[in-house]
């Protein structure tokens, strides 16, 4: 039972560390049905990549996808 719990701990220490560094944020707009999800930290967005019609990825300079956006969630969530 000691190294299951210490796993545990250890698990919830790295998911506070990752949740401090990633600054994972969610954002709907239920008026447009637009859905965002930002887990970038600090970086910044260099460039936007529109993967079709109603969803997009936010990039840095080195190409690491840092955000999320999704149009017409709703819809796709139905499916």
């Given at each position: 039972m000691g190294k299951e719990k210490n796993f545990l701990k250890k698990l919830k220490e790295n998911q506070k560390q990752m949740k401090k560094l990633l600054k994972p944020k969610i954002d709907y707009d239920k008026?447009?049905?637009i859905f965002?999800?930002?887990f970038g930290?600090?970086?910044k967005v260099e460039s936007t990549?529109?993967?079709d019609n109603d969803m997009r990825f936010d990039v840095t300079k080195d190409g690491l996808i840092v955000a999320v956006e999704i149009e017409g969630l709703l819809n796709k969530l139905k499916k």
């Open positions: 008026e447009y049905d965002y999800l930002w930290g600090d970086r990549i529109e993967v």
